[in-house]
């Protein structure tokens, strides 16, 4: 396991735009991604990834064409760019590595790393 610290999280209103980081400790690899848990919500999964093929990225319906995934290597550091943001998208991010992709299905599985989740907040 590889230790990941979120940062970024924060307060804004509807239609801004907020930037995640995820930074590890070690090296990560495999594929990765955000997933976030709203108020009285289930974890949703929000973007996966993996960089090592192109292509290979999955977006949650809800953040289609609003978020966007991307990697640092050189950092080791594994970003969300949130934009348009909207009130349902409120709730704990959190960012997991080191997972197993699944082309078919287009899923990253078995993720070994967690974060302990950075909050955002988006007020109408």
């Known amino acids: 396991q590889v230790r990941l610290v979120e940062s970024g999280g924060g307060s804004v209103q509807a239609g801004g735009s907020l930037t995640l980081s995820c930074t590890a400790a070690g090296r990560i690899f495999g594929c990765m991604g955000w997933f976030r848990q709203g108020p009285g919500k289930q974890l949703e999964e929000v973007a996966v990834?993996?960089?090592?093929?192109?292509?290979?990225?999955k977006y949650g319906d809800s953040v289609k064409g609003r978020f966007t995934v991307s990697r640092d290597n050189t950092e080791n550091t594994l970003y969300l760019q949130m934009s348009s943001l909207k009130p349902e998208d409120t709730g704990i991010y959190t960012c997991?590595?080191?997972?197993?992709?699944?082309?078919?299905?287009?899923?990253?599985?078995?993720?070994?790393?967690w974060g302990q989740g950075t909050q955002v907040t988006v007020s109408s």
């Open positions: 990834a993996y960089f090592d093929v192109d292509g290979a990225t």
């Open positions: 997991a590595a080191n997972g197993e992709w699944d082309p078919f299905e287009r899923r990253c599985l078995s993720l070994q790393s």
